[in-house]
């Protein structure tokens, strides 16, 4: 079964609105997540690290401002897309490692992404 | 830089077998993982390698060289439902993957 939840699945949202998508891990604690974004017939793009306790980590060229990112529990990652515009539409997947398993080795886990559309 | 490669698309029919190569160029090298990944869906993880030399998994096989950077998905005895795009991802001094552009696989009957 899942083991990391992502919500909602999709939204439809207007422009300059904030859209907020969850990340939870469901049976282990992710004390890192990942965020990714997908646009059509593209590959995964990190935006970036999410860090539970601490801030987090964007990758070049992404706008901390405008993605926020809220990593408050170890099972729990959200990811705030503020004033929204229609270029923001994308798939945006998030995603966590089990700690239990060795890091070299582990793969991800994905959320089943949400398909964001601002009109 | 960070710089992986794979063909964009590749068609096969159904009961043969396909090879999906991947070339890459990172600054560090964790291992380089294969996942499935159906249209509008998240991606499945498929293989794992970190050492040069052949995993296999059922019908799935994937390759490793690491002095040449490169790797390779096998896929045998093609069903319809392998019908998805294929990435391939690196994962370099972090935790974090990055991927490729992915390689779309239509299988025909």
């Known amino acids: 079964g899942a083991v990391v939840s992502q919500h909602p699945s999709w939204v439809i949202c207007k422009s300059g609105t904030s859209v907020k998508i969850e990340c939870r891990s469901l049976?282990?604690?992710?004390?890192?997540m990942f965020w990714y974004r997908q646009f059509p017939k593209q590959s995964l793009m990190l935006m970036a690290t999410?860090?539970?306790?601490?801030?987090?980590?964007?990758e070049q060229g992404v706008e901390k401002d405008k993605f926020l990112i809220n990593h408050a529990s170890l099972t729990l990652s959200t990811l705030t897309v503020t004033s929204a515009h229609p270029e923001d539409s994308s798939f945006y997947i998030c995603?966590?490692?089990?700690?239990?398993?060795?890091?070299?080795?582990?793969?991800?886990?994905f959320g089943n992404g949400t398909r964001l559309t601002v009109t | 830089g960070q710089n992986i490669d794979q063909p964009t698309e590749m068609t096969a029919t159904e009961g043969a077998i396909v090879q999906i190569n991947c070339t890459y160029q990172?600054?560090?090298?964790?291992?380089l993982f294969w996942y499935q990944q159906h249209a509008g869906e998240a991606p499945t993880f498929l293989s794992y390698?970190?050492?040069?030399g052949l995993e296999e998994k059922g019908r799935f096989s994937s390759f490793l060289s690491r002095s040449k950077g490169y790797s390779y998905l096998l896929l045998k005895e093609l069903q319809m439902k392998d019908s998805a795009s294929y990435l391939c991802?690196?994962?370099?001094?972090?935790?974090?993957?990055?991927f490729g552009k992915g390689t779309t696989l239509s299988v025909s009957s």
């Open positions: 999410s860090n539970e306790g601490s801030k987090a980590t964007y």
């Open positions: 390698n970190v050492l040069d």
């Open positions: 991802a690196v994962r370099d001094v972090e935790t974090a993957l990055i």
């Open positions: 049976d282990f604690q992710a004390t890192t």
């Open positions: 990172t600054s560090g090298f964790n291992g």
């Open positions: 995603s966590a490692r089990d700690p239990r398993g060795m890091a070299y080795n582990s793969p991800l886990h």
